[in-house]
Every structure is written in C-alpha cells, then in structure tokens.
C-alpha cells in the first residue's frame, strides 16, 4: 500500500546542475501534480497531468519540465539549476471523473527537499 | 489579493481546547474543498473533503463551508498536542487545487 513514492528524499545540486525528481502512484489515479513549498509558504503548483500524454502548466512553471509516458509516473525535470529552486518538493495524485471532482481527495508523497547552492 | 487567504499564526491553545481555523477565498467558482494536516518535515495529510454549503463531521473534526460568504472553517474539539501542526485549506476550480498558506497550531499539554 505504498500511495505516492517520491525519490530522491534530499538533494543538494550546485547551480547550473540538472536533475529528475521521481515521483510513481499504484493506485491507478488519473490526476497527477508537482507541488513547490517555500518556507513558511503554502503550496504553488507547478504542473500537472490529466492522464498519460497530457500535461499542463500550473502557476509556477518556468525552470521546470514534465513528461507523464505511463499512468503511474510523473517526472519533474530542473534545467539549469537556480538558487530560486531550493524548496520542497511534493508530488500529488487523485482520481477524478470528468465534472465529478476528485474522489478522495488528493495523496501527496513525502517530499523531496532540495538545495541549491 | 491571493484567491485564498488564512491567517499563518502561530495559533496557541491549551489542550482540551476548541479550535477554530479559517480560509476566505475570492473566486466562486471554486466547487470542492478540503483541509490538510502537515506535520514537519512531512507532505500534506487530508483530513476532511466536502462539496456543498453546510457541516461535516469526522470524529474531533467538524469542517463548515459558506459558499455564500466564500468562507470555510475547520472546528477541532477537544485537542491534543498531537494535532500540533500547519493546517491548510485547499479547494478545486476546474483542474487546479489551490492552497492556503496554512495556519501554525500549537496545543500547550
């Protein structure tokens, strides 16, 4: 009954750096999210996913990539690392029918915090 | 203006208190609502889900949404210094959730 499994937990990139944060759900949800937390701060979305194929920008997109090739796993890529990206990390899934809203609300994984220096 | 507004706190109570949390949101098209718990270091744990104007109960929690007044509050009864964390509200418009700042509790054993 794992939910949503975010890798790596923590990170420290030097500027200029790329990584991929992983993020994989086994409980065939359709909707899938990126979510930034500043500290102190709520939650700003970067993008999200309607299903595999499709994905969209969220309020804060820029410095940042998405594919979503399967049902289960939804990467966020950072190009070119910037201090601006040192935060936490939150990926998001729910399950939701079409003018019905999500079923269960909305899973998060744990977290992956990143530092950039 | 941010579409949704909470006071960050930090909200201090004795144990065995109730607590009152509040969100004010600008857009009426938001049609789904939510409060979460995150303890630190953690990611967001939901705690209630409704869809209409009126209460819902869960156990200590009572969460209250007034879609007329573009307002909703979570009750806590009877707390614990185990419910010491952030609350966030978050409600869905379309495709996007959309999140509150959050809001500092601290239960004094």
């Known amino acids: 009954n794992a939910g949503v499994t975010q890798t790596p937990k923590f990170r420290i990139l030097k500027i200029g750096q790329s990584m991929t944060l992983q993020c994989t759900q086994d409980?065939?949800?359709?909707?899938m999210y990126w979510y930034r937390q500043d500290p102190g701060m709520g939650l700003k979305l970067i993008y999200y996913?309607?299903?595999?194929?499709?994905?969209d920008k969220g309020e804060v997109p820029n410095g940042y990539n998405v594919s979503r090739s399967t049902t289960e796993d939804f990467p966020l890529r950072l190009e070119l690392a910037a201090p601006s990206q040192t935060s936490v990390y939150f990926c998001?899934?729910?399950?939701?029918?079409?003018?019905?809203?999500?079923?269960?609300?909305?899973?998060f994984g744990s977290g992956t915090r990143l530092t950039v220096v | 203006q941010k579409e949704v507004e909470q006071d960050p706190g930090p909200l201090s109570v004795p144990e065995g208190a109730i607590v009152s949390l509040n969100c004010t949101y600008s857009?009426?098209?938001?049609?789904?609502f939510m409060w979460y718990r995150q303890y630190s270091r953690k990611g967001p744990e939901l705690l209630m889900y409704?869809?209409?104007?009126g209460n819902k109960e869960d156990g200590r929690f009572t969460a209250q949404v007034d879609k007329s007044s573009k307002y909703i509050s979570l009750f806590i009864r009877d707390s614990q210094p185990s419910d010491s964390a952030t609350y966030l509200c978050?409600?869905?418009?379309?495709?996007?959730?959309?999140f509150g700042g959050g809001t500092r509790l601290m239960v004094k054993p």
């Open positions: 998001a899934s729910s399950f939701i029918l079409p003018n019905r809203g999500p079923s269960y609300g909305y899973t």
């Open positions: 409980m065939n949800h359709n909707y």
């Open positions: 996913s309607v299903g595999a194929g499709i994905t």
């Open positions: 857009n009426s098209a938001f049609q789904y």
């Open positions: 409704t869809y209409s104007s």
């Open positions: 978050a409600m869905i418009r379309g495709n996007m959730l959309t």
